[in-house]
T-cell receptor, first 111, second 110 residues
Framework: GNSVTQMEGPVTLSEEAFLTINCTYTATGYPSLFWYVQYPGEGLQLLLKATKADDKGSNKGFEATYRKETTSFHLEKGSVQVSDSAVYFCPRRGDFNKFYFGSGTKLNVKP | SQTIHQWPATLVQPVGSPLSLECTVEGTSNPNLYWYRQAAGRGLQLLFYSVGIGQISSEVPQNLSASRPQDRQFILSSKKLLLSDSGFYLC?????????FGSGTQLSVL
């Protein structure tokens, strides 16, 4: 079946630093891939997605490219802000639109 | 537009007491509905999902149960809470390939 592996956190960066959070997948075919974000005390929300190989998802300055050659969907941002502090999830999507999230990667951005 | 309501926002309950958390969705019909729990050291865990009224599937064995008495209503229950039931409970619904979450209920069992 499909699976994703996400780097563990926490990740601590200074404001304006470059961010990469790794996510790799194994799958038959090319399933859609997602990044969700959870700000403190809130539910999760979709950050970006890519539906096929070589697609790039982007939102709020974040980007992730669906790379079939490396089976990766790493999340990147060129210059993080304190307001980006949150937990980021790269979930696996199963049947009936069930999403499996794991522990996510906690990002702390310091001023 | 679609919205999801979840309540209460916080709840403190003694061990052995019952539980009822409610979630309702507006602006869509026949959604897939989900209950998740987020507990320290255990990540975000899928507890139940439902594809229709009265259709509930459990993902993990546990002390909780779920019901869907109406198309857009999803209820999480327990007859007797355990300490290990403490956590942040999230209701969600899906359309196409997207999942939308409620604001969550922080449950503390003391």
């Amino acid at each position: 079946g499909n699976s994703v592996t996400q780097m563990e956190g926490p990740v601590t960066l200074s404001e304006e630093a470059f961010l990469t959070i790794n996510c790799t997948y194994t799958a038959t075919g090319y399933p859609s891939l997602f990044w969700y974000v959870q700000y403190p005390g809130e539910g999760l929300q979709l950050l970006l997605k890519a539906t096929k190989a070589d697609d790039k998802g982007s939102n709020k300055g974040f980007e992730a490219t669906y790379r079939k050659e490396t089976t990766s969907f790493h999340l990147e941002k060129g210059s993080v802000q304190v307001s980006d502090s949150a937990v980021y999830f790269c979930p696996r999507r199963g049947d009936f639109n069930k999403f499996y999230f794991g522990s996510g990667t906690k990002l702390n951005v310091k001023p | 537009s679609q919205t999801i309501h979840q309540w209460p926002a916080t709840l403190v309950q003694p061990v052995g007491s019952p539980l009822s958390l409610e979630c309702t969705v507006e602006g869509t019909s026949n959604p897939n509905l989900y209950w998740y729990r987020q507990a320290a050291g255990r990540g975000l865990q899928l507890l139940f999902y439902s594809v229709g009224i009265g259709q509930i599937s459990s993902e993990v064995p546990q002390n909780l149960s779920a019901s869907r008495p109406q198309d857009r209503q999803f209820i999480l229950s327990s007859k007797k809470l355990l300490l290990s039931d403490s956590g942040f409970y999230l209701c969600a619904w899906s359309i196409r390939e997207k999942l939308f979450f409620g604001s969550g209920t922080q449950l503390s069992v003391l």
